[in-house]
C-alpha cells in the first residue's frame, strides 16, 4: 500500500520559512516522478513544484521561483520543499503527491496517482 506523510507544516511570519517533507513507502520511490501542490482556503487546488525521478529536471509555478526549492533524497524515500521568503499568499494546505514509476514530470493535478493527507501552512501577515 502507498502512502505519502507531509510533515513540518505551521504558523509562520511573512518572511519567515518553512521546509516541508514527506516520507514516501510502498512504491518504487526513486523511479518516481514528485510533485507539491497546494490549496488555498477556498480555492483550487494547484501545482507548486515537480522534479523527476532523478531529480535532474525541477519545475516551479511563478509564484513560487526563487523563494521555494524541490529537492529529494531517493535513499530516505523523501521529498522536500524549503519554502522562503513567506507570504500571506502561501498560505494553504500543502499536498505531496507521486505519479507511477518512470512517469514524465508533470504539473497535471489529474496525472499523479497518489497523494499525501496534506499539511497546513500558515504565513501571518
Known amino acids: 500500500q502507498v502512502q505519502l506523510v507531509e510533515s513540518g507544516g505551521g504558523l509562520v511570519q511573512a518572511g519567515g520559512s518553512l521546509r516541508l517533507s514527506c516520507a514516501a513507502s510502498?512504491?518504487?520511490?526513486?523511479?518516481?516522478?514528485m510533485g507539491w501542490f497546494r490549496q488555498p482556503p477556498g480555492k483550487e487546488r494547484e501545482f507548486v513544484a515537480g522534479i523527476t525521478w532523478g531529480g535532474r529536471a525541477i519545475y516551479y509555478v511563478d509564484a513560487v521561483k526563487g523563494r521555494f526549492t524541490i529537492s529529494r533524497d531517493n535513499a530516505k524515500s523523501t521529498v522536500y520543499l524549503q519554502m522562503n521568503s513567506l507570504k500571506p499568499e502561501d498560505t494553504a494546505i500543502y499536498y505531496c503527491?507521486?505519479?507511477?514509476?518512470?512517469?514524465?514530470?508533470?504539473?497535471?493535478?489529474?496525472?499523479?496517482?497518489?497523494w499525501g493527507r496534506g499539511t497546513q501552512v500558515t504565513v501571518s501577515s
Open positions: 510502498g512504491l518504487t520511490f526513486s523511479r518516481c516522478p
Open positions: 503527491a507521486a505519479r507511477n514509476t518512470y512517469d514524465d514530470l508533470s504539473i497535471r493535478e489529474y496525472e499523479y496517482n497518489y
